[in-house]
């Protein structure tokens, strides 16, 4: 077995070597030579795997880059926009937050909150050990004993079913059969009221899935119940209830402030929007093929005395109103989008800290405590200067002309609510009153037929409208139904209820 010597002179890879010192090698003999020629390999391959690593690092940080890239442009493009609320936007598109280091519960020094003991008590029942649970013994009775009080809803739910007589007589002066009305259930139907409305509350209240409300009563409440026929039913309700809407509509162009914003919907899988205009007192919901002015002269049939509230979109400007209020937290998300999708530079940085300012200062006014009149004129007057100024200003930044543009059209409308009691400066009012409607989206995929669209706006109008009003939806309507049957007119729309304040 032969062996290398290690020659005298060594190079390192990438070095150069000069004729003499491979001469010198060489005289050395064939093992140095041997020897000379291994370790240059070895560095050599140790050198290319290192830069094989290298490369193959370089190509998946390029390859995640452009994955990024590609994912913020579609976003971009399809998902994220300045009037998108934060509620809608799709969770892997927001930025991850530290958790907050509150401790659930009730401040230390406040009173806590629990169950109140039942008022009623349906049966009692004695618990006593015969023996030690421990060693088995015999038991010293004593008279110490512990209440406790569990309330739960009994096994054997079971429907109440009504066998109507109805008898028919003859009556000589109107020469026909009359008959008593039956004021437990809607004519034609064969379910009574807290039945339709229990399972309409649960569908445009709630939020449930049809085959969700079937399996309720079919498995729990042991009434077998139909997807169709409870859809019947409710269109009947809404036919009933149609009155309400209405009075629900003139009372919101009635209203001091108004509240409104849209979404997509679909009816018979074709685009169509859900406008909602809500107040304090009452909410309204209406679907419309178009989202531009037909649909808002719909709904405004007469100039508008109050307040409205609205984000930017440009269908608003149509309005015949008194005063609009801007959202300014619409224009803080436009600001936050440019900051995250477009090329910043210029002046964009400038015209964005100035911007935020000139709002932060307007809010916290609006929030004002313990300012005099006087100081909050001189302060509200320095605001609308500093907004004159703002926009008056020449900006080279395409994104800041364009909000520039924005700001000089809604000049007069960004700070209305510092200037009129009740009206806020953001809609979020609005944005919470859709969101029931954007849940039924989610869960029933908006309606079928244009029957199927006014039974939806009607019923989670008039239950947006109770809940609103503190009245209890169920009662209400088993109560208003009876009372048509009974009396042939419908009674109005309750008002805020007295225990609700």
């Given at each position: 077995m032969?062996?290398?010597?290690?020659?005298?002179?060594?190079?390192?890879?990438?070095?150069?070597?000069t004729?003499?010192?491979?001469?010198?090698i060489?005289r050395?003999?064939?093992?140095?030579v041997?020897f000379?020629?291994?370790q240059?390999?070895?560095?050599?391959?140790?050198?290319?795997?290192q830069?094989?690593?290298?490369?193959?690092?370089?190509?998946?940080?390029?390859?995640?880059?452009a994955?990024?890239?590609v994912s913020?442009a579609?976003?971009?493009?399809?998902v994220?926009?300045?009037?998108?609320?934060s509620g809608?936007?799709?969770?892997?598109t927001k930025?991850?937050?530290?958790k907050?280091?509150?401790?659930?519960g009730r401040?230390a020094?406040?009173q806590g909150v629990?169950?109140?003991?039942?008022?009623r008590?349906d049966?009692?029942?004695?618990h006593r050990?015969?023996s030690?649970?421990?060693?088995?013994?015999?038991l010293r009775r004593?008279?110490?004993?512990?209440r406790?009080?569990t309330e739960?809803?009994?096994?054997?739910?079971k429907p109440?079913?009504?066998?109507h007589?109805?008898?028919?007589?003859?009556?000589p002066k109107?020469r026909?059969?009359?008959?008593?009305?039956?004021?437990?259930?809607?004519?034609?139907?064969t379910?009574g009221h807290r039945v339709?409305a229990?399972?309409?509350?649960l569908h445009?209240?709630?939020?449930?899935?049809?085959s969700q409300i079937?399996e309720?009563?079919?498995?729990?409440?042991q009434?077998?119940?139909?997807p169709g026929?409870?859809v019947?039913?409710?269109r009947?309700l809404?036919?009933?209830?149609?009155g309400?809407?209405e009075q629900?509509?003139?009372?919101?162009l009635?209203?001091?402030?108004?509240?409104?914003d849209?979404?997509?919907?679909r009816?018979n899988?074709k685009?169509?929007?859900?406008?909602?205009?809500?107040?304090?007192?009452?909410?309204?919901y209406?679907?419309?093929?178009g989202r531009?002015?037909?649909?808002?002269?719909?709904?405004f049939?007469e100039?508008?005395?109050?307040?409205?509230?609205?984000?930017?979109w440009?269908a608003?400007?149509?309005v015949v109103?008194?005063?609009?209020?801007?959202c300014l937290?619409?224009?803080?998300?436009?600001?936050d989008?440019?900051?995250t999708?477009?090329?910043?530079g210029q002046?964009?940085?400038?015209f964005a800290?100035?911007l935020?300012?000139?709002?932060?200062?307007?809010i916290?006014?609006w929030?004002r405590?313990?300012?005099d009149?006087?100081?909050?004129a001189?302060?509200?007057q320095?605001?609308?200067?500093r907004?004159?100024s703002l926009?008056e200003?020449?900006w080279?930044?395409?994104?800041?002309?364009?909000?520039?543009k924005?700001?000089?059209r809604?000049q007069?409308?960004?700070f209305?609510?510092l200037?009129?009691?009740?009206?806020?400066?953001?809609?979020n009012?609005?944005e919470?009153?859709?969101?029931?409607a954007v849940i039924?989206r989610?869960?029933?995929?908006?309606?079928?037929?244009?029957r199927?669209?006014v039974?939806q706006?009607?019923?989670m109008s008039?239950?947006?409208?109770l809940?609103?009003?503190?009245?209890?939806?169920?009662?209400?309507l088993?109560?208003?139904?009876r009372?048509h049957?009974?009396?042939g007119v419908?009674p109005?729309l309750?008002?805020?209820?007295?225990?609700?304040?």
């Amino acid at each position: 077995m032969s062996t290398t010597a290690e020659p005298k002179i060594k190079a390192e890879v990438g070095q150069s070597l000069t004729e003499a010192q491979a001469r010198e090698i060489y005289r050395q003999g064939e093992e140095a030579v041997v020897f000379f020629m291994l370790q240059q390999q070895a560095r050599l391959f140790a050198q290319s795997q290192q830069m094989l690593a290298q490369s193959r690092q370089l190509a998946e940080s390029q390859m995640s880059t452009a994955v990024q890239g590609v994912s913020a442009a579609s976003l971009k493009a399809n998902v994220i926009s300045p009037t998108v609320p934060s509620g809608m936007q799709p969770v892997y598109t927001k930025a991850s937050v530290p958790k907050r280091r509150k401790r659930p519960g009730r401040k230390a020094g406040h009173q806590g909150v629990r169950r109140e003991r039942p008022e009623r008590i349906d049966r009692v029942k004695e618990h006593r050990l015969a023996s030690c649970p421990e060693c088995h013994g015999q038991l010293r009775r004593c008279d110490r004993i512990r209440r406790r009080y569990t309330e739960d809803i009994p096994q054997d739910i079971k429907p109440q079913v009504t066998e109507h007589v109805i008898h028919r007589d003859w009556c000589p002066k109107c020469r026909r059969f009359v008959e008593p009305v039956v004021p437990e259930a809607m004519s034609g139907c064969t379910l009574g009221h807290r039945v339709v409305a229990l399972s309409a509350w649960l569908h445009y209240g709630l939020g449930q899935s049809i085959s969700q409300i079937v399996e309720v009563f079919n498995h729990h409440l042991q009434l077998q119940v139909s997807p169709g026929g409870l859809v019947q039913m409710w269109r009947r309700l809404a036919e009933q209830l149609a009155g309400w809407y209405e009075q629900i509509h003139a009372d919101a162009l009635r209203s001091a402030v108004l509240h409104a914003d849209e979404t997509g919907w679909r009816v018979n899988g074709k685009t169509h929007w859900l406008w909602c205009f809500s107040t304090n007192q009452e909410t309204l919901y209406m679907i419309h093929k178009g989202r531009g002015g037909p649909a808002l002269r719909k709904f405004f049939r007469e100039e508008f005395a109050g307040t409205l509230v609205c984000d930017f979109w440009s269908a608003y400007n149509a309005v015949v109103s008194s005063r609009k209020q801007r959202c300014l937290v619409h224009l803080l998300r436009d600001l936050d989008y440019v900051e995250t999708y477009r090329k910043l530079g210029q002046d964009w940085e400038a015209f964005a800290k100035l911007l935020r300012r000139l709002l932060g200062d307007a809010i916290r006014l609006w929030k004002r405590d313990g300012v005099d009149e006087r100081e909050y004129a001189s302060r509200r007057q320095r605001i609308a200067e500093r907004l004159s100024s703002l926009v008056e200003r020449s900006w080279e930044h395409v994104e800041v002309r364009r909000l520039c543009k924005r700001l000089r059209r809604h000049q007069d409308e960004l700070f209305v609510f510092l200037d009129h009691d009740g009206v806020s400066f953001e809609n979020n009012h609005a944005e919470r009153a859709i969101r029931p409607a954007v849940i039924i989206r989610k869960n029933s995929q908006s309606n079928r037929s244009d029957r199927g669209a006014v039974t939806q706006t009607t019923l989670m109008s008039v239950y947006r409208t109770l809940k609103q009003r503190g009245c209890e939806p169920l009662d209400t309507l088993v109560q208003s139904l009876r009372s048509h049957l009974t009396a042939g007119v419908f009674p109005p729309l309750p008002q805020k209820s007295a225990t609700n304040g």
